[in-house]
């Protein structure tokens, strides 16, 4: 199947509900986008049909209800009401992995302990790092990444645009990222000096 090449004549067919056109979409997404997409990410088999069907479904109610303004990018998102919709399958508690032991299923209900202390090591650093920052970078980083705020709302509350929304949250990472470079030297110089 080669490339398709979306516009606004094809996405006046999605909201009128074509069926030829409807058909295309299922098909053309199900085996170029999402299937390899959700298998990659390994998903279970046996549920990837499932999270295909939640996406199109989701993508079908978002066409027709006129909310896509750029035809050509369609495929675009898609793809992201895809990652929407594993996200959410990450999030399910029953999507969790099991493990066997003697022929006996037991359900894992969180990390172990190793896990648990390593997490909340990487969470010490992380928020160490962030106390190192701007006063503006530490808020836009804490919400956006900690807090899972909505971008819209982030924008809202410091009176920015996205782009320059993208511009705080990139300067702010390769800032992160020098502070976490230079604790890392001072560790390793500690540990040679001890």
């Given at each position: 199947m080669e490339f398709f090449s979306f516009d606004a004549d094809y996405v006046r067919r999605?909201?009128?509900q074509d069926s030829?056109?409807?058909?295309?979409?299922?098909?053309?997404?199900?085996?170029?986008?999402?299937?390899?997409k959700f298998s990659r990410?390994?998903?279970?088999?046996?549920?990837?049909?499932?999270?295909?069907?939640?996406?199109?479904i989701r993508a079908l109610q978002k066409v027709r209800g006129q909310a896509i303004r750029q035809p050509e990018a369609l495929g675009k998102f898609v793809s992201t009401t895809?990652?929407?919709v594993w996200k959410e399958f990450l999030r399910d508690p029953t999507n969790r992995p099991h493990e066997d032991v003697d022929g006996v299923d037991i359900?894992?209900?969180?990390?172990?302990?190793?896990?648990?202390l390593r997490q909340k090591e990487v969470k010490a650093r992380i928020l160490a790092v962030l106390k190192k920052l701007p006063s503006r970078d530490q808020l836009v980083l804490r919400g956006l990444f900690l807090l899972?705020?909505?971008?819209?709302?982030?924008?809202?509350?410091?009176?920015?645009?996205?782009v320059h929304l993208r511009l705080i949250v990139h300067r702010a990472l390769?800032?992160?990222r020098r502070c976490l470079d230079e604790d890392e030297l001072e560790s390793d110089i500690e540990s040679a000096d001890g």
């Open positions: 999605l909201e009128t030829a056109t409807e058909e295309h979409f299922v098909a053309y997404f199900t085996s170029r986008l999402l299937r390899p990410r390994g998903v279970p088999a046996d549920q990837i049909d499932d999270l295909v069907q939640d996406t199109l895809g990652d929407y359900a894992v209900n969180g990390p172990g302990p190793e896990d648990a899972e705020k909505d971008k819209d709302a982030i924008c809202k509350e410091f009176g920015i645009d996205r390769l800032k992160a």
